[in-house]
């Protein structure tokens, strides 16, 4: 089934503690995303990514830190998490990134709480 | 700066109408257009994409665009509870690796 994955799907952790959301895609896509989601802010992107060892910042990447080692894989990385990272975090893939048909979907999300 | 504006809702029809749902958009080198429908606590889900001017059916869903008044719209026919859930606008630029997401139109039908 062609799906994007995230681990894990809730975490509550402490200030400080270095944590990672791994994002997974098999699809093939070559664009990978990251997005927070906060009440009345809406969906804001976080970093992406268009390829392999290719990365750029989204609207929101203070504190955030990405890797794209493999096409498949896309871990967000918070080396020191605050609580204002307490948010709802998805991870999404599409095939082309600057493509005009290109659609993107959307991993099942990762509720984080930072303490 | 790129805005992709929605109507906050929540918008309540009753069961069998037609829900209306707009979208408008700031710059007009936007070229690709999209509708998500996310339910409470879930991911958001493609429902529709559009692209050229006009109307696009896909069952109980229509998108319209309308690149010179820069507006985008979803309408949902015979309209149901399951139907219930925030709707999501996104707009992708021409040549851009990003998204830009409205903050949602919350729907809600009565039975």
Redesign the interface.
């Known amino acids: 089934e062609a799906q994007v994955t995230q681990n894990p799907r809730y975490l509550i952790t402490v200030t400080g503690k270095k944590l990672t959301v791994t994002c997974s895609q098999n699809m093939n896509h070559e664009y990978m995303s990251w997005y927070r989601q906060d009440p009345g802010l809406g969906l804001r992107q976080i970093y992406y990514s268009m390829n392999v060892e290719v990365t750029d910042k989204g609207d929101v990447p203070e504190g955030y830190k990405v890797s794209r080692k493999e096409k498949r894989n896309f871990p967000l990385i918070l080396e020191s998490p605050s609580p204002n990272q307490t948010s709802l975090y998805f991870c999404a893939s599409s095939l082309r990134g600057q493509a005009k048909y290109n659609e993107q979907f959307f991993g099942p999300g990762t509720r984080l709480t930072v303490l | 700066q790129k805005e992709v504006e929605q109507n906050s809702g929540p918008l309540s029809v009753p069961e069998g109408a037609i829900a209306s749902l707009n979208c408008t958009y700031s710059d007009r080198g936007s ?2 257009f ?1 509708w ?1 429908r996310q339910y409470s ?6 429902i529709m ?1 559009i ?1 050229s001017n006009g109307d696009k059916e896909d069952g109980r869903f229509t998108a319209q665009l309308n690149k010179a008044s820069q507006y985008v719209s979803l309408l949902i026919r015979d309209s149901q509870p399951s139907d219930s859930a925030t709707y ?1 606008c ?1 707009v ?1 630029l ?6 830009t ?4 139109t919350k729907l809600s039908v009565i039975p």
């Open positions: 070229q690709s999209f998500y606590g879930k991911s958001p889900e493609l994409s692209y999501l996104a992708r021409a040549g851009s690796y990003q998204l997401f409205g903050k949602g």
